[in-house]
């Protein structure tokens, strides 16, 4: 699996260049959304804005709520009148410290391009993510689950480094920090149930983390909402000639999209709480666990998870049978090593 390394914000530069490439597309900066422009009965015919002082509305044949995890969409169909659609929520109360690192002149980069160290239940509260970004820089992020304390400061980033397996804390202790240390505790799987609501109004799809968000440690959220463009795109040129698009068969299909990621973030989240595991996350923590222990060992096995991993391939990929039994069989003697380098 070919992986390329770099930053967040880097990703995102590129990104918003290549938006702005696009000859029809108009970038309208420093306006918030407050609300939806309706006409009866509940079709949507734009939004509401506001641009500094003033308020304003912008008028749209489809609104797309991308609004991340702070959407105010349920509020906002609530105004309409809309039943307020059920919402799911898996809470591992993992957090996040990041730290990111130069190279002092003349000292070559690790030989890994990557550390991961993923978190797991009930014994691996600790985890980390190390990758080489652009500019001879190394981004760190240290995990903790299940309310472990994460660090504050350089000392105690450190320090919480120590604590882990890999060479993570050998790498950073002789770099220079070049940012500060940055918290983040937002990681809550949460999934709106807009497919099940008996109406939806015309004119308005909802995408992305406003309708489901992960757990960031899992690494998903980019590659669904990328995946749920798709089907936007797909949808948009299959239909009929002057046909709006269908905005709840939209959230239909979008909800199977969703469907196996969502699998893969919760049961291993809901494996913290020991006391509430019910057989079928019990049985799929088991599966993941055994799974993740083999990869390290087995090639084909290997390359399977990563077209899992990366969505490049389904879940049903694991399930051919030569696979299924090399995961049950599990690990060759000799242990697996946690820490995965690349
Ligand atoms: C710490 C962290 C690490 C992550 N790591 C990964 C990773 O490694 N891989 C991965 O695939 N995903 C990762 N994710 C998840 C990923 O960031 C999200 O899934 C993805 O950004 C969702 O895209 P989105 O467009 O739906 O929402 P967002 O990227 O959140 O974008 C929403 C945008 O809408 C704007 N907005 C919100 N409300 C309004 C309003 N009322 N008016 C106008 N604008 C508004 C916001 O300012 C924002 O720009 C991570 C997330 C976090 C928090």
Redesign the pocket.
């Known amino acids: 699996m070919p992986i390329q390394t770099f930053s ?1 914000p880097l990703l995102e530069h590129v990104l918003r260049q290549r938006v702005r490439a696009l000859e029809p597309v108009t970038l309208r900066d420093g ?4 609300g939806l422009r309706t006409v009866p009965p509940g079709k949507v015919t734009g939004v509401r ?1 506001k641009n500094g002082d003033g308020e304003d509305e912008i008028a749209a044949d489809l609104v797309v709520d ?7 969409l349920p509020q906002w169909l609530a105004a309409l009148g809309l039943p307020s659609p059920r919402t799911t929520t898996v809470d591992a109360q993992v957090g ?1 410290a ?1 730290h990111t690192y130069s190279y002092p002149e003349g000292q070559a980069p690790p030989s890994w391009m990557g550390v991961l160290q993923p978190l797991r239940a009930p014994d691996f509260h600790k985890g980390c993510y190390a990758i080489q970004i652009e500019n001879k820089a190394l981004h760190v ?1 240290l995990h903790g689950a299940n309310g472990t304390q994460l660090p504050h400061s350089d000392g105690e980033f450190l320090s919480f480094a120590k604590t882990l397996r890999g060479p993570v804390a050998d790498t950073i202790a002789s770099l220079t920090p070049t940012s500060a240390v940055r918290r ?1 505790a ?2 809550v799987n949460r999934k709106i149930a807009y497919h099940r609501l008996a109406s939806w109004p015309d004119g308005l799809i909802a ?4 309708v489901c ?2 757990n ?1 440690a899992y ?7 990328a995946l749920e463009a798709r089907l936007l795109e797909q949808m948009l040129s299959n239909r009929p000639a002057r046909t709006p698009l269908d905005g709840q068969a939209f959230q239909k299909r979008l909800a199977r999209v969703t469907a196996s990621s969502w699998l893969m973030a919760t049961t291993p989240d809901r494996a913290w709480d020991q006391s509430r595991l019910s057989w079928p996350v019990r049985a799929g923590n088991w599966f993941m666990n055994r799974l993740i222990d083999t990869v390290p060992h087995d090639p084909q096995l290997y390359t399977a998870f990563s077209g899992l991993f990366h969505m490049t391939a389904g879940p049903l990929t694991l399930a051919d049978p030569r696979l299924l039994s090399r995961v049950l069989i599990g690990p060759r003697p000799g242990g697996s090593p946690r820490t995965t380098t690349a």
């Not at 306006?31 to 407050?34: D, I, N």
């Not at 995408?207 to 406003?210: A, C, K, N, Q, T």
């Open positions: 967040r306006l918030t959304v407050t804005v991308a609004s991340g995890r702070s959407s105010h996040y990041s992020t983040y937002r990681t995408l992305g983390d406003s968000t992960f960031p690494g998903q959220g980019m590659t669904i909402a």
